[in-house]
């Protein structure tokens, strides 16, 4: 949009489009596309190098990346294969509660039709469950951005249930946590630590008012000493 007597002007030497926007602009224009497809050619090869052969990471069925965990595989229906921290960066842990059981909940990550998972369950009693690898994206935060940003940690129990939320689920996750900032080297505050509802444009609300995230963060800030 040109503003009022520019239309159709020409600069010097009749070097002018006859658009009201100058060649040198359009110039700038093309490189300025230029380098913006130049820089989305590299970041889609950033996350397909990995899957040539010889490149992906080894895999082992059953290997966990917490040592503290056990390994039981969600579904692959639920998550997506990648080679993560190499093709994207991760920078959040996301916290959710499961709203139901333990069991429910691994019953549901396997399920295919499901279409969600976290990478981890916390029981009641601290116990620590793995169920997608570090490396993969699980679809756990309602937002593609945040999936492939994140790790996921669901908790057994449901929002409006304080008394569920058990020491030693806390200690157990806050240990979690505290691994996975210092792999990843993720500061440890709130805006890199943080609950499902607030993922932009999700539409849930755990962890919900009854989490102690000032108990929590402080328990996470400790393990990562």
């Known amino acids: 949009m040109g503003t009022k007597g520019t239309a159709g002007a020409k600069g ?3 070097s002018g489009t006859g658009s009201g926007i100058s060649r040198r602009a359009v110039l700038i224009g ?4 230029a380098a913006g497809t130049a820089a989305l050619a590299r970041d889609q090869l950033k996350r397909a190098w990995w899957r040539l052969p010889g490149v992906e990471k080894p895999r082992k069925p059953g290997e966990v990346d917490y040592a503290r965990a056990t390994w039981t595989a969600a579904s692959e229906e639920n998550w997506r294969r990648a080679d993560r921290p190499d093709d994207y960066d991760i920078d959040r842990v996301v916290v959710h509660i499961t709203q ?4 429910s909940a691994v019953r549901a990550f396997q399920d295919p039709g499901h279409g969600a998972a976290a990478h981890y369950i916390v029981r009641k009693d601290g116990h620590v469950t793995q169920m997608i690898r570090e490396l993969d994206v699980a679809f756990h935060a309602g937002n593609r951005s945040y999936n492939e940003r994140s790790v996921g940690i669901e908790h057994e129990g449901f929002v409006d249930r304080p008394q569920g939320f058990t020491a030693a689920m806390y200690g157990a996750s ?3 946590t ?3 900032c210092a792999r990843y080297d993720i500061p440890v505050d709130r805006e890199h630590i943080i609950g499902h509802v607030e993922v932009p444009g999700a539409d849930h609300t755990d962890p919900g008012k009854h989490w102690d995230w000032d108990r929590y963060m402080k328990l996470v800030r400790a393990a990562k000493v």
């Open 174 to 176: 806050a240990r979690l």
């Open 178 to 180: 505290a691994a996975i």
């Open 30 to 33: 093309g490189v300025v596309t």
């Open 12 to 14: 010097p030497a009749g």
């Open 100 to 103: 139901g059981g333990f069991n």
